[in-house]
């Protein structure tokens, strides 16, 4: 039973670990342009240094999920945010259109 149990809880720290592999949080950056591609979606680039741990084929911005219900809400963030100068903390997991993929996004106080 207890060994059942090691087995187990071995296997969900893997599988947690794993599922997780390619998630990264990128913390106060500011927004230096935004774009709307008709075709593409919503790109989007920072005034920091590019930040690209998937080695996605293209650099120098990132790309909103398009299969995210909340599209429009971080396209308004993202207005928001260089409007005002504020910084934005989001989310990047994988490479969408060969650009790093932001899953969401936060504005910072």
């Not at 342009?33 to 650099?59: K, R, W």
């Not at 989310?91 to 259109?97: K, T």
Request: aromatic content about 14%.
């Amino acid at each position: 039973m207890q060994k059942s149990l090691y087995v187990f809880i071995v296997a969900f720290v893997f599988a947690v670990g794993f599922s997780s592999a390619h998630a990264y949080t990128v913390g106060s950056k500011t927004i230096k342009s935004v774009h709307v591609n008709s075709s593409g979606g919503i790109y989007f680039e920072t005034n920091e240094a590019m930040v690209n741990p998937d080695s996605c084929l293209q650099g120098g911005f990132y790309h909103v999920a398009r299969a995210s219900n909340y599209e429009k809400e971080i396209f308004a963030l993202l207005l928001a945010a260089k409007t005002t100068s504020t910084t934005v903390t989001f989310w990047l997991d994988g490479c969408e259109a060969n650009y790093p993929k932001v899953t969401w996004a936060r504005i910072e106080s």
